[in-house]
């Protein structure tokens, strides 16, 4: 159910491109609230807010937010010349806007993905948590000396709006990532896509991109089940890509901090999706590790058939994650930092590498799995 309370904007604590951080009082009650300009339009003190905060009493993992659903008074305000476009997000409900989608024949790319099949061996980096991005590219614009041209693609299997990331605004920021396409019910990207499959070809043919990543926005869906959990779509990224004629780069997720039985060592998150939902194979990214847990993560993933069905390639994208260090931008999953999850980290970073050099043995024209690449 939808909770709902209204309340005074008595304070604008941060701004960044298309969100502004709000406090609410509501009496002598106040509340940390979110605005996003492509919703509701623009805030200001004083203004009177109608919030949704059904998070926040359930005390979910959106730090403490509400959301703002309108501004009371500036309803009209919002009417105005029409933007293009006429593809639907957030459909049938009452939040449900248009946007020109980079494939409808509004678009000025819709000649150029009208005939798109193919990636033509693009290698795309295959995450299943928004952890995953800052690392993976660091290590592809460390190891390309910032030649890669990189595009992120957001699902929609996680937060909606791009503009929730902070992680992708500093990436931006510092030069780590070029362009951005949303799919699916996500919104705020560089590109709207309709689906994952055409964000894909958006990336090749219309961005360029030498490599891209593909996986959610913060805030992944788990529930202790085996297949209750939104970072399932891991293994349907890996089919799209490999349908696409793309080369898919799975990352997976690692831990040995996590005191979860369920998540130790490689994660079941990435056992089921790459053994059971992963139907076409994929290069599957590791990092060097210590002895010890080298062997426990090989045992788990031919325990459940991911290292029989996929191919296992090592990188070191550590110089990478120094990069990120060097830009001060800080990263953490699930709570826990860099020197708590090295293995996590070192595992996306491992990614990017193998990604470029994929990338690399493109141009020179050495067939996928020739011996050559990675």
């Not at 990214?285 to 062997?295: G, N, S, T, V």
């Not at 191919?311 to 994650?321: E, F, H, I, P, S």
């Not at 491992?350 to 990604?355: C, F, K, L, R």
Request: with cysteine; glycine share 10%.
């Amino acid at each position: 159910m939808l909770l709902r309370d209204t309340g005074r904007v008595v304070a604008i604590t941060a701004r960044r491109p298309g969100v502004t951080e709000i406090l609410v009082a509501r009496g002598p009650r106040l509340a940390r609230a979110i605005n996003y300009e492509a919703l509701t339009g623009t805030v200001a003190l004083g203004d009177t807010v109608v919030v949704n905060k059904t998070a926040r009493i359930l005390s979910l993992g959106t730090g403490g937010y509400d959301f703002v659903i309108h501004i009371v008074g500036k309803e009209e305000g919002r009417e105005g010349p029409r933007e293009p476009g006429h593809i639907m997000k957030l459909r049938y409900t009452p939040c449900q806007f248009s946007c020109l989608a980079v494939e409808e024949e509004d678009s000025p790319h819709h000649a150029v993905l009208a005939g798109a099949e193919s990636l033509h061996n693009l290698p795309v980096i295959c995450g299943s948590l928004h952890s995953m991005l800052p690392a993976a590219a660091a290590a592809v614009k460390w190891r390309s000396r910032h030649r890669a041209r990189l595009v992120y693609i957001m699902t929609d299997g996680a937060a909606l709006p791009l503009a929730w990331s902070q992680l992708v605004a500093r990436l931006r920021a510092s030069g780590l990532l070029d362009h951005t396409i949303t799919v699916g019910h996500a919104f705020g990207g560089d590109l709207e896509a309709v689906n994952l499959y055409s964000g894909l070809l958006a990336a090749r043919h219309v961005l360029k991109a030498d490599v891209a990543i593909a996986c959610m926005g913060p805030g992944i869906v788990g529930t202790g089940t085996k297949y209750g959990f939104s970072g399932l779509e891991l293994g349907e990224i890996v089919n799209a890509v490999s349908i696409l004629q793309g080369l898919p780069v799975a990352v997976p997720r690692i831990s040995f901090a996590d005191k979860r039985p369920r998540h130790r060592g490689v994660s079941h998150h990435t056992l089921t999706a790459l053994g059971r939902v992963a139907l076409r194979p994929a290069i599957l990214a590791l990092p060097y590790l210590p002895r010890e847990e080298y062997w426990q993560i090989r045992e788990q993933l031919a325990a459940e058939g991911v290292w029989q069905k996929h191919r296992v390639v090592m990188a070191d994208g550590r110089k990478g994650l120094a990069c990120l260090s060097d830009l001060g931008i800080k990263v953490t999953t699930m709570g826990r930092g860099m020197e708590e999850e090295s293995s996590f980290f070192a595992a996306a970073a491992a990614a990017g590498v193998i990604a470029w050099e994929l990338h690399l043995a493109r141009a020179r024209g050495v067939p996928p799995g020739s011996g050559n690449d990675p």
